[in-house]
Structures are given as structure tokens and as C-alpha cells.
Nanobody, 124 residues
Framework: VELVESGGGLVQAGDSLRLSCAAS????????MAWFRQAPGKEREFVAA????????NYASSVKGRFTISRDNNENTQALQMNNLKPEDTAIYYC??????????????????WGQGTQVTVSS
């Protein structure tokens, strides 16, 4: 499975960004898909996860109400819409996936497949 993130960039506080993750090598329609992030000097942390059919989602408390995760199984992609960005959202954002697709864990170690990451920088 190959995952490729896109959509990162430099924005100001209060702006929005939409990250995308394209998967190849396997159809992920039965997999959980998730986003994690890692800020400089900090451990990788959970952001959001979505079940195989999009029916269930899980968000970190720090992003709930501002970020929305979605997926398109026809395109084998997922996205993270980030609104009202804050400087503390600055990090490298990673796409991840695991099977089975009905569980929404927030622990990075249980996700075997990862993208290379995309940088998001939010200036104050």
C-alpha cells in the first residue's frame, strides 16, 4: 500500500486548508483511514480517523469542531478539511491506514501503512 499526502502549506491563523491522501497498490474500501501529525520535538499524535464506509469518525479533542475527515472509496482517497487553523496546528501531517475498517484507534503503532507526510505551517 502506498499513501501520498498533498495539500499542505503555509497559512495564517484562522485560515483553512484541505489535505488529501491518495492510496495505491490496494483498494482501501474495507480499511480504516486516519490522520496523525507530528510537531517538532513532539511525539506523533492522533488527529482523526474514519471507518471503512465513512459512517463513523473519531477526532482528537484538540481538533473536534474545526477539522472534518472524509473519504471517497471510488477514488481510494481520503481528505482532512481543516478550518480555523491555529499556530499549534503546525506539524507534519501523515495519512495512515489499517484493517479492519470498523475500528477507529488513536494509537499510531496499530497502523501499519503510512504516507511520507505533508507540512502544515500556521503563522500567528
Amino acid at each position: 500500500v502506498e499513501l501520498v499526502e498533498s495539500g499542505g502549506g503555509l497559512v495564517q491563523a484562522g485560515d483553512s486548508l484541505r489535505l488529501s491522501c491518495a492510496a495505491s497498490g490496494r483498494t482501501l474500501s474495507s480499511y480504516t483511514m486516519a490522520w496523525f501529525r507530528q510537531a517538532p520535538g513532539k511525539e506523533r499524535e492522533f488527529v482523526a480517523a474514519i471507518s471503512w464506509n465513512g459512517g463513523n469518525t473519531n477526532y482528537a479533542s484538540s481538533v473536534k469542531g474545526r477539522f472534518t475527515i472524509s473519504r471517497d472509496n471510488n477514488e481510494n482517497t481520503q481528505a482532512l478539511q481543516m478550518n480555523n487553523l491555529k499556530p499549534e496546528d503546525t506539524a507534519i501531517y501523515y495519512c495512515a491506514t489499517r484493517f479492519p475498517g470498523h475500528e477507529l484507534p488513536s494509537i499510531a503503532d496499530v497502523y501499519p501503512y503510512w504516507g511520507q507526510g505533508t507540512q502544515v505551517t500556521v503563522s500567528s
